[in-house]
């Protein structure tokens, strides 16, 4: 036994090497160099070392670890659990996932040397930090340039500098160097003299704390120093956050043109046999015609549309008919819609609960629609919409064209996030900062397919982007998006206009402004003699100076109303959502006034020329200087950067170049246009893939990357990588143009697939990632709701213009209004308040706009059922569709129950009904008329409706 007890210890010693060391480090301490710095090199020098520092940690020497990361943290710290570089390392961040782990005997090493107070042979010496104009920039910036900066300059005193601080104003200068105990500045923020307490609300500052009091101090005190006047940008040394084999990832790299390949069929094929598959057989021609239609224009074939494709001889029908559709207008309004997506289209700024409407958002909707009609190039399209405003110097043009409007309108693309700023207490620098950080993101994910977002609060966990580089890519929108000189979206737009413009509104408006005004106030009125109606009927007791001062509540912001106000609104609140069968004929007839009066606005409003005004985005020449915000926070700066973009998609060497556009004119930077142009060069890695993917998405369902947003490291790798490249090549080389791409996508053999699923499919390609076959999808809710108004008649063709408003019922329903022609228009042209969301779309999975939508959720849920089967809009149109099949039939077949299940699926499906379906229709028919005597025509009205319900109907084959 004796014997035993000795030989485990020494086991122990001999068989687990790092207590080994442990043991042996209670005699000696360990030490960084001797000890630590070898396992660190060997691990997690790959990625921390002098010449490559992830996320800005150096852990070649004692000083980096000191120093830390781009936090500004020590790595180590006096508590083993609360040392960065152990949460690192016990997180299993460190090294990451793929690489050499640590053993369990080396973070058994490091633990012991974090726990023995982190030894070195060097012991380190505190860096001791110089307070520099960089220091306290950012502080006067956050708390004094709203009212000594660009735009308002109180006292002649501007502060956006230390030479204007030193100028300084009528009162002198803002400091003295080396004496903060006399420096105006000082003697004014902590006297409370500034920032002026009666006017922190009007101008969204706060205070400074204490700390920043003092760093103003100390800087002063040591004599204002200044140092590093430049702000860091990419320099001709090797970038040491993004390495060389950071760029190999196959979507930073070029594509590159691969003339052995001539078609999409043949790298398909290829794929297919190599899975033991081909080809599935070609649809039929009824369902390719569907198919396309609703693909590229959102509604089924008319009547004479369908025959003339499916009766056409010509042996290149399928061809013509994919070029009649490309030219059709309806083909804009279907692939404009995609990319408002994309833009997070709203006509409504969100945000706050009175969610202001966005008056003139429908321009850019427009320009979308018109762009995808017209063909744009997307290299041109990109370029007015990141920056229309720096292609034309149009303050100083003799005059103003179509184009300038254009380019303008254009930039309303980085306009569509939610934007608090224009109410009365959410415009302090952290909202300001959402709405550019929406713009980053709209940017990131739609155009470049990267999750830039990720990198706002610290370098990103998966993809080369630094920290840093999250910050060079806002410099680049500093000039039109600056949080220290900011444009709320009440003031945030320009009135500009051609002359032919300016003469029609000068010419048709005026008058109509005058009636408009009159009905505005007869508005007001008549809603409050509603609600004083409801208030009598609900609450007769209610003295008419209580229901006075109801109304006066009402007038108040919810957050902001007394107590007694609160109660007052309420009990009107509860009488608003009382049944309209409780409601007495006084309140109804109020109710009917109400709704007179709006439509006599919205005939008026209709008849009007569109205002001048265009919800544009212009860069302002003086962007404030950037600074990287340390953990995404407004108040924590680091050091300042100079706009650029990520490093990983470039050589790391090359400088982003920056030119003013106009040197002689309007002050621009320029920035957004060299943005806008190295997006759009023939080598970008990353705008063509991501836009045929998009197009193929859209097409296939699903993207050759299924990840849309995402072609970074952790994103999905692409099904077909030699097809993604060939197409991207192929349409820059087709001038950027998206209707090429269309054409070479449908007019494959690929596209033309049967939906039909094999039992071979099923085993060798069950997720259809080698397009097999093509996938039966359920129609979008646009064209869901387009389609039932197409096939009942009711659809109103006129494009473009404000969008049609929408009611909201008491239960909460949101429709839209019919138009003045008697019917309803394509769904993009209705309202989009984020608020009021018309519920048929919403419950098809129309999406909320956070900032935007790459890609929307397709859900089966039983609202979706019920709403079809139930909505009173969808019955009213199921009786428009079967009075129209009625009307088409010849007087002699009016009442031929064949003929009208024939014309009921032709209308409907774009395909005539096989003999059992026939059959079942015309039993159907017959059984609900001999049960309805009374009222025979319904039984063509249930069985429009059923149709309409029909998963044949639902979805595109």
């Known amino acids: 036994m004796m014997l035993i007890r000795t030989i485990i210890p020494l086991l122990v010693v001999v068989f687990v090497p790092g207590l080994a060391r442990t043991i042996h480090a209670a005699e000696k301490p360990l030490q960084f160099e001797a000890d630590i710095q070898p396992v660190l090199a060997a691990k997690c020098g790959k990625c921390h070392s002098d010449k490559v520092r992830k996320g800005g940690l150096d852990l070649s020497t004692i000083a980096g670890v000191h120093r830390g990361g781009e936090s500004g943290e020590s790595a180590i710290a006096e508590k083993v659990d609360d040392s960065m570089l152990w949460i690192l ?23 012991t040397w974090l726990a023995t107070g982190a030894k070195s042979a060097q012991p380190h010496q505190p860096e001791e930090k110089q307070i520099t104009q960089h220091d306290v920039l950012p502080i006067v910036l956050l708390r004094c340039t709203a009212c000594h900066g660009a735009r308002l300059q109180r006292g002649g005193l501007d502060m956006r500098t230390p030479a204007s601080m030193l100028k300084g104003g009528k009162q002198g200068p803002a400091f003295i160097a080396g004496k903060p105990d006399e420096s105006r500045m000082i003697k004014r923020i902590e006297s409370h003299a500034c920032p002026p307490q009666e006017q922190l609300l009007k101008f969204f500052v706060k205070r400074p704390p204490q700390s920043e009091v003092d760093t103003l101090r ?59 598959l081909e080809f599935s057989p070609e649809a039929s021609r009824d369902t390719l015609i569907r198919r396309v239609y609703l693909d590229l224009t959102g509604i089924p074939p008319t009547l004479a549309e369908w025959k003339q494709w499916r009766n056409s001889e010509d042996p290149d029908w399928y061809a013509q008919m994919v070029d009649h559709l490309l030219a059709s207008p309806r083909y804009g309004e279907r692939w404009g819609r995609y990319w408002l997506d994309l833009a997070g289209y709203a006509d409504s700024e969100g945000g706050v609960s009175s969610d202001p409407l966005r008056a003139v958002a429908w321009k850019y909707r427009d320009y979308v629609i018109d762009a995808f009609n017209k063909d744009k190039p997307y290299d041109r399209f990109l370029l007015e919409q990141i920056a229309g405003d720096e292609l034309t110097d149009y303050e100083n043009a003799p005059v103003i064209t179509e184009e ?26 952290p909202e300001r900062l959402g709405v550019v950080y929406d713009a980053i993101n709209v940017m990131g994910s739609s155009v470049m397919g990267l999750t830039l977002e990720c990198a706002r609060c610290h370098s990103h966990k998966y993809d080369p982007l630094p920290h840093r580089d999250y910050y060079r890519f806002k410099a ?141 985005l212009w860069d302002r020449g003086e962007p404030s200087p950037t600074y990287i915000l340390l953990r995404g926070e407004h108040d924590q700066p680091g050091h300042q950067v100079g706009p650029g973009v990520p490093s990983v998609l470039t050589d790391g060497r090359t400088p982003f170049t920056v030119k003013p556009p ?61 097809l993604l490249d060939w197409l991207a090549v192929q349409f820059m080389e087709q001038d950027w143009s998206i209707k090429e791409m269309h054409r070479l996508m449908l007019n494959s053999r690929t596209y033309k697939q049967t939906s039909h699923i094999s039992p071979e499919i099923q085993e060798h390609d069950p997720q259809n990632r080698l397009l097999s076959h093509m996938p ?62 018309p519920t048929m779309l919403d419950t098809f999975d129309y999406p909320e706009m956070g900032p935007n939508c790459v890609s929307r959720t397709v859900s089966t849920v039983s609202p979706q059922s019920l709403m079809l089967l139930n909505n009173e809009r969808v019955h009213t149109l199921s009786h428009a569709f079967a009075s129209r099949v009625r009307d088409l039939l010849p007087d002699d077949q009016k009442q031929n129950q064949g003929a009208q299940v024939d014309l009921v699926y032709q209308l409907a499906l774009s395909r005539s009904p096989s003999k059992q379906e026939r059959q079942l229709g015309q039993a159907t028919l017959q ?31």
């Open 89 to 111: 390392i016990d997180g299993g961040d460190m090294p990451p996932e793929g690489q050499p782990q640590l053993t369990d005997a080396e973070r058994t090493l490091i633990h």
């Open 218 to 276: 100390e800087w002063i005190a040591t004599n204002a120093p200044i140092v590093d006047p430049e702000p860091e940008v990419v320099g001709l040394q090797p970038d040491p956050l993004v390495t060389a084999e950071d760029r190999q990832h196959w979507a930073f790299q070029p594509p590159q043109k691969q003339p052995e390949i001539k078609s999409i069929d043949q790298l398909i094929l290829k794929e297919l046999q190599a899975h033991k």
């Open 404 to 429: 300038m409007v254009e380019n303008l309108v254009a930039t309303g693309f980085l306009r569509m996030g939610i934007d608090q700023t224009g109410s009365r207490t959410m415009n302090f620098v």
């Open 476 to 616: 680049i929108f500093q000039g039109a998006l600056d949080e220290y000189d900011w444009l709320s979206f009440k003031n945030r737009s320009l009135e500009l206009g051609t002359p032919e413009q300016k003469s029609r509104v000068k010419q048709t408006n005026p008058l109509l402004k005058k009636e408009l005004t009159q009905l505005e106030k007869q508005h007001k009125k008549a809603i409050a003699a509603q609600q004083i109606a409801m208030l009598r009927q609900f609450y007769p007791d209610q003295p008419a100076e209580e229901q006075q001062e109801t109304l006066q509540a009402l007038k108040i912001a919810d957050n902001t109303r007394t107590q007694r106000q609160r109660i007052l609104v309420e009990k009107l609140r509860i009488a608003e959502t009382m049944p309209e069968s409780d409601f007495s004929d006084e309140v109804q007839q109020a109710l009917q006034n109400v709704s007179s009066v709006e439509k006599q606005m919205s005939e008026v409003q209709q008849q009007m020329e569109p205002p001048l005004t265009i919800r544009a």
């Open 662 to 722: 106009f040197p002689e004119g309007t002050p621009k930077t320029g920035r957004r246009l060299a943005l806008a142009q190295w997006l759009t060069q023939d080598n970008h890695p990353l705008t063509a893939r991501v836009m045929v993917n998009r197009i193929w998405y859209h097409h296939f369902g699903t993207g050759l990357v299924k990840s849309l947003e995402n072609f970074g490291v952790k994103g999905e790798r692409p099904s077909h990588p030699e």
């Open 776 to 837: 039966l999808r359920r129609m979008n809710a646009e064209a869901l709701r387009d389609s039932i108004l197409s096939v009942s008649g009711k659809l109103d063709p006129t494009p473009g213009g404000p969008p049609d408003s929408v009611t909201v019922d008491r239960d909460g329903l949101v429709s839209a209004n019919m138009t003045g022609k008697g019917g309803w228009r394509r769904s993009v042209y209705l309202q989009y308040r984020r608020t009021q969301i």
């Open 927 to 957: 059984e609900l008329e001999a049960l309805w005597k009374e009222n025979p025509e319904a039984a063509l009205d249930t069985y429009c409706h059923t149709i309409l319900n029909s998963a044949a109907f639902l979805y595109i084959d």
